[in-house]
C-alpha cells in the first residue's frame, strides 16, 4: 500500500473529520480494526471491514458489536477476504478482494479510503546474531529478566519465560526489572529496590524530611 499513502490508504487515524462522508474500506480482525469501525460508524458514509480469517482476535464485546451493525445494515463485514489490488486515478477509488480459501472468488469494491489495522509482526532481526538463546523466535530470560548473553538484559514482547503474559502492563514491569538489574550491574553499590516508585512517594519523603520537629 505503500505507493497509496496520502493517497487514500491510511495505517493511524489522525482526525476523525477526514474520513466523514467516505466509503471506508477498514483491513484488519483485532481490536484496533473493529474499534475503528465502531468508532467511524457516525462519521463514514460507509464502512467495510475485510479479514484474511473468519474468525476475529478482537475483544469478544467489540466483535459483537460490529455483528450488530452488520446486522443493522450499518457495516458490511468481508471474511474471509483479503487484498488483491488497489486502483484508482491519483487516488484510492476501488479495491479487489479474494476469497482466502477460494481466490476464483473475486469481489470489487469502490472506496475512498482504506484504513489498515493490522498489527505488528515482532521480528529478532540482527539480533539473531547475537550469542542469545532464542525460543519460538523470542529472546529466552530468567526471572529478572537476564539473558543467556553477559551483561544483556530484555523485556516486552521479544521476551519469553515460563508464565509470559503479552500484556502492555507486564511489558512495563518486565522493563523496570531489567533496569533494575543493569543498574545494579554496572554500579554495585545501588540498591536493585528503589525506595519509592512514584512521585506522591516521593513527595511524601520530602514533606516528612523537611516537618520541622515536634
Not at 97 to 116: I, K, Q
Not at 181 to 208: C, D, F, L, N
Request: hydrophobic residues 40%.
Amino acid at each position: 500500500m505503500t505507493p497509496w499513502e496520502g493517497k487514500g490508504a491510511h495505517y493511524l487515524v489522525g482526525e476523525k473529520a477526514e474520513f466523514a462522508g467516505k466509503r471506508v474500506v477498514i483491513i484488519g480482525g483485532g481490536d484496533s480494526a473493529c474499534d475503528w469501525v465502531l468508532n467511524l460508524l457516525g462519521t463514514a458514509s460507509e464502512i467495510t471491514l475485510v479479514h484474511r480469517r473468519a474468525a476475529f482476535r478482537a475483544h469478544e464485546v467489540t466483535v459483537n458489536n460490529v455483528m450488530q451493525a452488520a446486522s443493522d445494515g450499518r457495516v458490511d463485514v468481508r471474511v474471509p477476504y483479503q487484498i488483491r489490488e488497489v486502483s484508482g486515478n491519483g487516488r484510492i477509488e476501488r479495491i479487489t478482494l479474494f476469497h482466502s480459501e477460494d481466490d476464483s472468488d473475486v469481489v470489487e469494491l469502490d472506496c475512498d479510503a482504506v484504513l489498515l489495522q493490522l498489527g505488528f509482526k515482532t521480528a529478532l532481526g540482527p539480533l539473531k546474531d547475537w550469542p542469545l538463546e532464542v525460543e519460538k523466535g523470542s529472546i529466552k530470560v530468567d526471572q529478572v529478566m537476564k539473558t543467556s548473553m553477559e551483561a544483556v538484559w530484555a523485556a516486552g514482547d521479544i521476551t519469553i519465560f515460563d508464565g509470559k503474559l503479552k500484556l502492555i502492563a507486564t511489558g512495563f514491569a518486565e522493563a523496570a526489572i531489567a533496569v533494575a538489574q543493569a543498574v545494579h550491574h554496572i554500579r554495585p553499590e545501588t540498591k536493585i529496590q528503589p525506595k519509592y516508585s512514584t512521585p506522591a512517594g516521593r513527595a511524601a519523603a520530602t514533606r516528612s524530611r523537611t516537618r520541622p520537629p515536634a
